[in-house]
């Protein structure tokens, strides 16, 4: 068993449930045996959607799918595996998505454009859809409110610990509770939230700044990778710097 990160919390924070969601996962083999690696959350109708999503121009297939339905601003179903990010996997990682979002809109009784992916893991490999016809419809039976601790367990990857957050705030007259949980222990160039990058006037281009503690890096840097999907331009040293290759 991997070593947990020092920068792994004293305890998990309590997420208490949210009324309008439901979460279940199981254990699929998409990669590995007995670990859990599906989530499936269910949304009651009305429920509205919004995203942030990569601008790299190679984005995985998930990211696409989301990118389209998206716009109807309306969600019913999140279905998130581990093991797989079905990234780099071109047309039969379309037809994947395509699959999967059939699969859950069937079994959580709703519109496939209704239904939102997100896959991660290893990249350049074909996802395994079928693994998810044994759990689809068990998971959708099983859904409950407040489970947030197994939800996070199932997206983990390389991760040595879920991590979850609350918060309430005050939004008007209403007080409004705000539940999340994340995963990453490794990103490359994700062009969002992980990076941030400010002018330098005493030189060209860009100076960047890792802000997480991932090993990360922006602009080509044949190093680490030959097909960095990154578009910016941050100089040799920086790069260096982020990575950690010089």
Request: overall charge positive; glycine content about 10%.
């Amino acid at each position: 068993m991997a070593t947990v990160s020092p920068l792994a919390p004293a305890a998990v924070p309590g997420l208490p449930p949210l009324a309008g969601v439901r979460l279940a996962t199981a254990a699929a083999g998409i990669r590995y045996a007995g670990r859990t690696d599906v989530l499936l959350a269910l949304f009651d109708p009305g429920t509205s959607v919004a995203g942030v999503l990569t601008r790299s121009k190679c984005p995985s297939a998930p990211v696409e799918w989301c990118r389209e339905k998206l716009k109807s601003g309306r969600a019913r179903a999140l279905v998130v595996n581990s093991g797989n990010a079905n990234a780099f996997t071109g047309k039969n990682g379309r037809e994947a998505a395509r699959f999967t979002a059939a699969l859950a809109a069937r079994a959580s009784r709703c519109k496939p454009a209704e239904v939102f992916l997100a896959s991660t893991g290893v990249i350049g490999e074909p996802l395994k859809v079928t693994q998810f016809n044994g759990v689809m419809d068990g998971l959708a039976a099983a859904a409950k409110p407040g489970a947030w601790l197994e939800a996070a367990k199932a997206i983990m990857t390389t991760d040595t610990f879920p991590k979850l957050a609350t918060a309430s705030a005050a939004l008007g007259k209403a007080t409004v509770r705000i539940n999340g949980f994340a995963k990453g222990a490794g990103m490359i160039a994700p062009d969002m939230a992980t990076m941030r990058r400010r002018r330098d006037p005493a030189r060209r281009g860009f100076r960047a700044r890792a802000t997480s503690g991932s090993r990360i890096f922006a602009g080509r840097c044949t190093a680490c990778s030959p097909i960095c999907p990154s578009r910016s331009r941050a100089t040799a040293k920086a790069r260096a710097s982020l990575c950690g290759s010089r």
